[in-house]
């Protein structure tokens, strides 16, 4: 009976345990489940923390492109200024004027016209022109031809050129050298036959006064020749008289000949109505201050 006492006893016992163990695991499972529900919160918390800061990384970075796109757009429009302020490609000449022939030309190109033949040079007749020539005194030589119209004057010189290049963009930089160095200015700009020079050389006067000489200088690159001209005087602020003298550029004619010559060496002339000889004018490179008849203008 004792036996069975404690038999039953431990039956009992075991029963209550059996019946504590499952309020037991119950609660361990409810737990469980709110640990699980309690994590899920915490990672829908994070979640819904993170998403704002996306948005926000988004934001950012839509704001950047943005930017980008609004810096690529101004640097655009920054390319296209600077194109249109740049200054016009020597390359692509403005259209002639419409007071210009289509000179100055090559004597295998020119139309028949009456012109004084001075060898290197032809120049047309124009009333109302008084022509000079210079004259090398010591050589005898003549080395340019000065057209003079109403009180301004207009110096011109062929010299032969390479075939492959042109000498005027040498020469005019040679020029402004020059020019800037004997405390001078020179502005290039834009002419009737493409780019020009204009220049004011300081001059010391026979009283001792120092005196500026403005010249617009003309340079025009031929088939194996190059022709400069340099205009003095008051067509240099007188349109209309201007227009005169670029007529008469536009109408000129270069024989160059078929003789072997180094690039800028003068193209002989003559006096009119005489062929030069043919002897060529021996010198030196060309010099780009080298002129005939002045007009000073007191600075």
Do not use: C
């Not at 918390?45 to 839509?62: K, R, S």
């Not at 800028?264 to 002129?291: C, W």
């Amino acid at each position: 009976m004792g036996l069975f006492s404690r038999s039953k006893k431990r039956r009992t016992e075991s029963a209550r345990d059996s019946t504590t163990t499952e309020p037991a695991d119950t609660e361990q499972a409810e737990q469980a489940e709110q640990a699980e529900q309690a994590e899920q919160a915490e990672q829908a918390e994070l979640t819904e923390l993170a998403e704002p800061a996306d948005d926000g990384a988004e934001a950012e970075n839509a704001e950047g492109a943005d930017a980008a796109d609004t810096s690529d757009a101004t640097r655009a429009g920054d390319s296209a200024n600077a194109a249109n302020t740049a200054e016009p490609d020597e390359a692509d000449p403005a259209p002639r004027g419409e007071h210009l022939e289509d000179g100055p030309y090559d004597v295998a190109d020119a139309p028949e016209e009456d012109r004084i033949d001075l060898g290197g040079l032809q120049v047309p007749t124009i009333d109302g022109m008084e022509l000079r020539m210079e004259v090398d005194q010591r050589t005898s030589a003549v080395t340019g031809a000065n057209l003079v119209i109403g009180g301004s004057s207009l110096q011109v010189q062929a010299f032969a050129a390479p075939k492959s290049r042109g000498l005027w963009e040498e020469v005019r930089t040679s020029l402004r050298d020059s020019v800037v160095k004997q405390g001078g200015t020179a502005e290039s700009r834009p002419g009737a036959f493409g780019t020009e020079l204009i220049t004011r050389l300081p001059v010391k006067r026979t009283d001792g006064r120092t005196g500026y000489r403005p010249a617009r200088f003309i340079g025009i690159d031929g088939r194996r020749w190059f022709l400069r001209a340099i205009l003095t005087g008051k067509a240099l602020s007188d349109k209309e008289q201007a227009k005169t003298f670029e007529t008469l550029i536009s109408r000129l004619v270069v024989v160059r000949g078929g003789e072997a010559m180094a690039p800028q060496e003068l193209i002989p002339l003559g006096l009119p109505g005489q062929r030069p000889g043919l002897s060529q004018v021996k010198a030196g490179p060309l010099d780009p201050l080298a002129r005939g008849p002045e007009i000073t203008e007191i600075g």
